[in-house]
């Protein structure tokens, strides 16, 4: 049974949110009312929809089945006031509890004219289970096979006065999982917390047992299969199920309490009172026409993203044993600095892991014998040309050394580290008067300069190394630091730019597939090359936040966490901040650029990373989704009677508008998930 806690989200970000499109391929079809046996179900859930009031509407989540011979299971959340009178009684008393006898009550069920949300089980890819949290409602949303995402059902005890206490305590998504998994194979997607894939029993050997949280393959028994399988669930449930009865008992007493005056007399009066609302969104490579970046998941955003305080002293030592050897997965860690980055205190051991000085596995001892040989080869380095005359006298030194000092007296000098101007400059060509720490970074450029003569010395490397000095505070470890940033980030200074145009090209493919409205409108302003953000993905935004968020964010993204190039995501989430006065205000690129270069140093960074963290895992599921469109239209195409038929063609088209840019799969980094 899964016990997962709750982590504690950041106060959410409400983005632009179009008009919903209703869509309807998968719904289970009935012809209402119709009698279902009522297997599970929980109140307290309610579907929130975007009108003027925020009209929010109570409601049932229930796990239905249409026959007790075929256990052919529905998931379905019901309003309310959808629910025959007669069967309001049975309701109540199942309220998150299975029966206590092997019979499942018979209840009328009312599609109603779609206001009810319904699925077949086979026919659900994947459930998102977020629990209550401080800031936020509990929540469950469902993707189907075919890439279509349901809006979210919020879930309280109270539909005006929230208690999170309770709403944890009664929180029943994982009791649902478990009941689920009695009926088809379950594993929880550990990537991506609180999500779980549904398998058919086909492809469960497509995973490894590791892999997965747990799949119990229930075999059912000719005589009854839906009684033979609930049993297990039954029994796997009672523990919990005990705890969590009471509160359940008496929280829905007073739901019902506060919500039966609410059913009418008559549906049609209450169908003119609420409007006919969509239960359904057409989104994620099911249609041809994506949705816009920003609607792909109405507010859940803050549910998704996994932000959490940053790594303390004593949280960093725990990682190790008595040797200074790692003793917790490098996963578990990478994660841990990507949610929350690091305390300032031990940014000085811990970035020279990230940075690849010491290695994830080696010991204290061993990570001594590595600085020390570091230091000496550093040494040995900047050895070669100090030491040489006939190289500080070569045009090529003298013009790239030239180059560097102009560079480092503009680098951050309003840092303490670099403020002063206490020393004459050695350089007698140079007037400018400077300190022993810009010295210092002079000294790493021009090795690192020597170190690696293909690359040369680039404008904005300067703004790269200065962090790195003040953290590491020692001239050697920042050298080596340096050298392993340059490693992630060299191609941003390859002097045809390939590497930069590369970058920009893949952002324009990334913002196009998440929200082609957006992409259009750059189009329109002339600035869908994304030259505007040429400056944040060239020195990592250094210019774009504040000097300690412009270091936590480093360290987020040196995690490699999700992606390998999570750059560009912080990047869109950028964009996606800005995207009313992008759609709605600005005119040209002259005034885009003004626009985003007046942002320096005001962008908040803890909601960009949020928002960055949120739209790296709605693209992912839309590839993902679009994929498994692709897999299922390319079967359908071996058909022979499809061959010769009006719908080859159309499959054909379909596929096309399927296809996605080998360059945007490569931002799916799987190994540092």
Not at 379 to 388: H, Q, S
Not at 535 to 563: C, G, N, P, Y
């Amino acid at each position: 049974m899964n016990t997962s806690t709750p982590y504690t989200p950041h106060t959410p970000h409400t983005p632009h949110i179009p008009s919903l499109v209703s869509s309807t391929p998968l719904l289970y079809q009935s012809n209402p009312p119709q009698k279902v046996h009522l297997i599970y179900t929980k109140s307290g859930f309610y579907l929130k929809y975007n009108t003027p009031e925020e009209t929010s509407i109570h409601g049932f989540f229930a796990i239905l089945s249409q026959s007790m011979d075929h256990a052919e299971i529905i998931v379905a959340w019901i309003p309310e006031y959808l629910i025959d009178p007669s069967d309001i009684p049975q309701f109540i008393t199942l309220d998150g509890q299975l029966p206590t006898t092997d019979s499942f009550p018979l209840v009328q069920f009312n599609l109603g004219e779609n206001e009810t949300t319904t699925i077949a089980l086979k026919n659900i890819d994947s459930l998102y289970l977020c629990p209550p949290s401080l800031f936020t409602l509990g929540s469950i949303i469902i993707t189907s096979c075919s890439g279509d995402v349901f809006k979210p059902i919020w879930y309280s005890t109270h539909e005006h006065n929230r208690d999170y206490k309770l709403d944890k305590e009664s929180w029943p998504g994982f009791n649902i999982v478990d009941i689920l998994n009695a009926f088809i194979p379950i594993t929880r997607y550990f990537p991506r917390q609180y999500t779980f894939l549904l398998l058919s029993f086909s492809d469960c050997k497509k995973y490894r047992s590791d892999e997965m949280q747990h799949v119990y393959l229930v075999k059912p028994k000719p005589k009854d299969p839906l009684v033979d399988r609930i049993q297990d669930a039954r029994w796997a449930l009672l523990d919990r199920l005990s705890k969590i009865t009471q509160i359940s008992r008496d929280t829905a007493t007073q739901a019902h309490r506060l919500t039966r005056s609410l059913i009418p007399n008559s549906l049609h009066t209450l169908r003119q009172e609420y409007s006919t609302f969509t239960t359904y969104m057409n989104e994620w490579a099911h249609s041809p026409t994506p949705t816009p970046l920003a609607s792909t998941l109405p507010d859940v955003e803050t549910p998704l993203h996994t932000r959490r305080h940053p790594v303390s002293a004593e949280e960093w030592t725990t990682f190790f044993d008595l040797t200074g050897h790692i003793q917790v997965p490098v996963s578990t860690i990478r994660s841990l600095v990507f949610r929350g980055g690091l305390d300032p205190d031990i940014r000085i051991e811990a970035w020279k892991f990230l940075l690849g000085i010491y290695p994830w596995d080696s010991t204290s001892d061993e990570r001594e014998a590595i600085r020390q040989s570091r230091t000496d080869a550093y040494f040995a380095i900047k050895a070669k040309w100090f030491d040489d005359t006939d190289t500080r006298n070569s045009r090529w030194f003298l013009d790239e050394k030239h180059r560097i000092d102009k560079d480092v007296h503009r680098t951050d000098r309003t840092q303490d580290a670099f403020k002063e101007d206490d020393l004459p400059n050695p350089d007698t060509s140079v007037t400018d008067r400077t300190n022993a720490n810009l010295e210092v970074m002079k000294d790493v450029l021009v090795s690192y300069n020597y170190y690696k003569t293909e690359l040369g010395y680039v404008q904005g490397m300067s703004d790269l190394l200065a962090p790195l000095l003040i953290a590491m505070e020692d001239e050697a470890m920042a050298f080596w630091g340096f050298s392993g940033f340059m490693d992630i980030v060299q191609s941003n200074f390859f002097m045809d730019q390939s590497g930069m145009h590369g970058q920009l090209k893949t952002l324009g493919l990334l913002v196009q597939l998440m929200d082609p409205d957006l992409y259009k409108r750059l189009e329109v302003l002339e600035s869908s090359n994304f030259i505007f953000c040429f400056r944040w993905l060239l020195i990592w935004f250094k210019r774009e936040f504040v000097w300690e968020d412009v270091v936590r964010l480093w360290e987020v993204l040196w995690t490699q966490h999700l992606s390998s190039k999570m750059v560009l995501f912080v990047a869109m989430a950028i964009i996606d901040q800005h995207r009313t006065p992008i759609m709605e205000e600005i005119n040209a690129f002259d005034e885009l650029l003004k626009y985003m270069n007046e942002q320096s140093e005001k962008i908040p960074l803890e909601l960009t990373l949020q928002r960055s963290e949120v739209l790296f895992y709605q693209f992912e599921r839309k590839v993902r989704a679009m994929q498994q469109k692709q897999s299922i239209l390319e079967e359908r195409l071996k058909l022979r009677f499809v061959w010769n038929s009006e719908e080859r063609p159309l499959i054909q088209d379909d596929l096309e508008r399927l296809k996605i840019d080998p360059v945007l799969l490569e931002l799916l980094n799987e190994e540092s998930s």
